[in-house]
C-alpha cells in the first residue's frame, strides 16, 4: 500500500503532496506521512489546511479572509484589457460630444441674438 506525504512552507501552509511510490527518494525530510483518507481531504482544496505545531488543521475564517486581503490582483485577461481600452475611448468620445455641444449650443446663442438685432433693426447703424 502506497504512503502519502505532505510537506509545509514555513508558514504552515501546505507545500506539496508526495507519494513513495512515485517520488521514492525524492520525498522531503520534513515532510509528513498522512493517510490516504487525509490526503483526499487536504489535497482536495489544500488552502485551506495549515500545519499547526504537531497537527494539520483547518484555518480559520480570518486567516483565510487575511490571506485574501494580502493576495496581488489578478492579472487582467486580453478581454479585461480591451474592455477598459474600449470604456477610455469611449469616455473621450462623448466628452469631445459634450464639447462640440456646448460650442454649438453657444453659436446658436450668438446667432438667435443676431437675429433678434435683426428683427428689431438693433443692427441698423
Do not use: C
Not at 62 to 83: F, Y
Not at 85 to 114: F, P
Amino acid at each position: 500500500m502506497p504512503q502519502y506525504y505532505v510537506d509545509f512552507y514555513l508558514d504552515g501552509n501546505i507545500s506539496g503532496f508526495y507519494v513513495d511510490e512515485i517520488h521514492g527518494d525524492a520525498i522531503p525530510e520534513s515532510a509528513v506521512p498522512i493517510t490516504i483518507e487525509e490526503w483526499q481531504t487536504y489535497s482536495t482544496d489544500a488552502r485551506l489546511y495549515k500545519r499547526d505545531g504537531d497537527m494539520i488543521r483547518l484555518k480559520t475564517p480570518e486567516e483565510l479572509d487575511e490571506e485574501a486581503a494580502n493576495q496581488p490582483p489578478a492579472p487582467k485577461t486580453p478581454e479585461q484589457e480591451r474592455i477598459e481600452a474600449l470604456e477610455a475611448e469611449n469616455a473621450t468620445l462623448w466628452y469631445e460630444i459634450m464639447l462640440k455641444e456646448a460650442r454649438i449650443s453657444e453659436h446658436d446663442t450668438e446667432i438667435a441674438d443676431l437675429w433678434y438685432e435683426i428683427m428689431t433693426g438693433g443692427g441698423a447703424a
